[in-house]
T-cell receptor, first 118, second 111 residues
Framework: DTGVSQNPRHKITKRGQNVTFRCDPISEHNRLYWYRQTLGQGPEFLTYFQNEAQLEKSRLLSDRFSAERPKGSFSTLEIQRTEQGDSAMYLC????????????????FGPGTRLTVT | DQQVKQNSPSLSVQEGRISILNCDYTNSMFDYFLWYKKYPAEGPTFLISISSIKDKNEDGRFTVFLNKSAKHLSLHIVPSQPGDSAVYFCAASKDTDKLIFGTGTRLQVFP
């Protein structure tokens, strides 16, 4: 397994358009996380899945954002009616997510999708 | 409410010397702490971690120290190498939950 992959790596879109990002986690990992990072900040949590169940959503995730993980494998993050403030790096991470071992806390990140809204 | 803080935005260290990166947290419920390294235009790379039941964890040139009473952790890199130049993020977690990140410290290692 080559790690977490994200597509596309870069996306430029006009304000008001919809965009969708994809994340493929490490195959044996059952937890999948989405984060957003803006310049000068650390990654901020958006949402996460345990298998196909979405367990938590941040208040950063407005109604224009939706995430899915239909079969508990890959995940998509869609942003509707994009705004300039949505410009950021969108990061996906995965982990084993089962209690009992220290390594299970460790999240492994993909390369991110850089979104620019013009 | 910044639960994880990295108060030094940058650090410059000579090659071969020790780099010490610091991190403070406010939530005593955090039970696991991690350090990530990030190069430009890449995702964060996991570096080293420590459970709240320990006070030290070492992996090669990297050592993380945890002081629970002070709610403080630090990452020591020795000896520092030019390839260590990157942004380092401290993160904290509770019950394998989401990670809460600090704002990062940019480390520059010069020859």
């Amino acid at each position: 397994d080559t790690g977490v992959s994200q597509n596309p790596r870069h996306k430029i879109t006009k304000r008001g358009q919809n965009v969708t990002f994809r994340c493929d986690p490490i195959s044996e990992h059952n937890r999948l996380y989405w984060y957003r990072q803006t310049l000068g900040q650390g990654p901020e949590f958006l949402t996460y899945f345990q298998n196909e169940a979405q367990l938590e959503k941040s208040r950063l995730l407005s109604d224009r954002f939706s995430a899915e993980r239909p079969k508990g494998s890959f995940s998509t993050l869609e942003i509707q009616r994009t705004e300039q403030g949505d410009s950021a790096m969108y990061l996906c991470a995965s982990s084993s997510g089962t209690s009992g071992a220290s390594s299970l806390y460790e999240q492994y990140f993909g390369p991110g999708t850089r979104l620019t809204v013009t | 409410d910044q639960q994880v803080k990295q108060n030094s935005p940058s650090l410059s260290v000579q090659e071969g010397r020790i780099s010490i990166l610091n991190c403070d947290y406010t939530n005593s419920m955090f039970d696991y702490f991690l350090w990530y390294k990030k190069y430009p235009a890449e995702g964060p790379t996991f570096l080293i971690s420590i459970s709240s039941i320990k006070d030290k964890n070492e992996d090669g040139r990297f050592t993380v120290f945890l002081n629970k009473s002070a709610k403080h952790l630090s990452l020591h890199i020795v000896p520092s190498q030019p390839g260590d130049s990157a942004v380092y993020f401290c993160a904290a977690s509770k019950d394998t939950d989401k990670l809460i990140f600090g704002t990062g410290t940019r480390l520059q290692v010069f020859p």
